[in-house]
């Protein structure tokens, strides 16, 4: 049943319109307008056209924006006022205002309906792969934007990076200062992260206190320098030392097959970082051989 869903009609033309750009959302809906007011005109007044204008108007609040559809709505109240002047100039003003107006009425009411609703879906899909504590993304969209960057540096043959990184002693925390004071921790952190990461990586929490940055079109420097721009932000949280062990993989010749064995040796590192004694990194190439990671790249992170 499920399956059978995904494949409905309407579900693949509302997913072909979010790929469009945005100017040509818009372009197809004064193209829509125009058909509609084309139509209007052809059969002139003595057809009830005036519900048509409602498809121009919802397509542009679902695709472009609900302001766009408040546009959309004035100018199809005008056009169809044109179109319909005839009948309009033959009763009094104030009926041809009144009904003016409730055609306005109408469709700016489906304007901010259809907005209204694209606004719900948007925060859904937003909460749906967003993690609720630390607002990063949640697991779920880390691995649908891993997958689809794997593929991509496979295809353009571009190197990448994933670090893995561990809040050490974070149970002491919770411990010694409560589940407050550590939530606020793991909140402030992923602020660092998102505050110190590019636009273009992809910040997530897998879970815990374990968090991972997936950095596209990255070498070994850049990643280094990445964690280094980190560790500079990373003195005190909240008046509390925090300290963290990263793994880093470097992914460039060849591609790995799948995010979860980016992982798997990332996740290796860091738990050797640990066993180093903690508050460091360790690099790697995802091509070298396994036991030899931890001999390629190992520094101390700075104290603060």
């Known amino acids: 049943m499920r399956q ?29 307008l125009l058909a509609v007011a084309t139509a209007d005109w052809l059969t002139h007044y003595e057809v009830a056209f005036a519900s048509m204008y409602v498809l121009p108007i919802a397509a542009v609040a679902w695709f472009v924006s609900p302001k766009t559809g408040t546009a959309f709505s004035v100018g199809s109240a005008a056009i169809w006022f044109a179109m319909n002047y005839p009948v309009e100039h033959g009763s009094t003003w104030l009926v041809g205002a ?14 901010a309906l259809i907005g209204s609703a694209r606004s719900l879906l948007d925060a859904e899909r937003l909460r749906s792969r967003t993690d609720a504590l630390t607002e990063v993304l949640n697991p779920r969209a880390f691995y649908e934007n891993a997958r689809q960057e794997i593929e991509r540096t496979r295809r353009f043959h571009r190197p990448m990076s994933l670090a893995y990184i561990d809040v050490d002693d974070f ?15 793991l ?47 990373l003195s005190s949280i909240d008046g509390l030392p ?29 738990y050797t970082a640990k066993r180093l004694g903690k508050h460091r990194f360790i690099h790697g190439r995802f091509s070298d051989a396994l036991d030899s990671l931890p001999t390629r790249e190992t520094a101390d992170l700075p104290s603060s």
């Open 4 to 32: 059978e869903i995904g494949r409905h009609p309407l579900r693949k033309l509302l997913e072909a319109g979010d790929a469009l750009p945005p100017a040509a959302r818009l372009a197809l809906g004064l193209v829509l």
């Open 242 to 270: 925090v300290r963290v062990s990263i793994g880093i993989v470097t992914c460039d010749d060849p591609v790995p097959l799948s995010i979860d064995q980016i992982i798997q040796r990332a996740d290796t590192l860091m």
């Open 171 to 185: 149970k002491k925390i919770n411990d010694r200062f409560g589940h407050a004071v550590g939530d606020e921790v």
């Open 98 to 111: 009144w009904n003016i107006s409730m055609r306005l009425a109408m469709f700016l009411f489906v304007a």
């Open 187 to 233: 909140r402030s952190f992923a602020g660092i992260l998102r505050l110190t990461m590019r636009t273009i990586d992809t910040v997530a929490r897998l879970g815990g206190d374990e968090f991972v940055v997936l950095m596209p079109e990255t070498a070994t420097e850049g990643a280094l320098v990445a964690i280094q721009r980190l560790t500079d932000h």
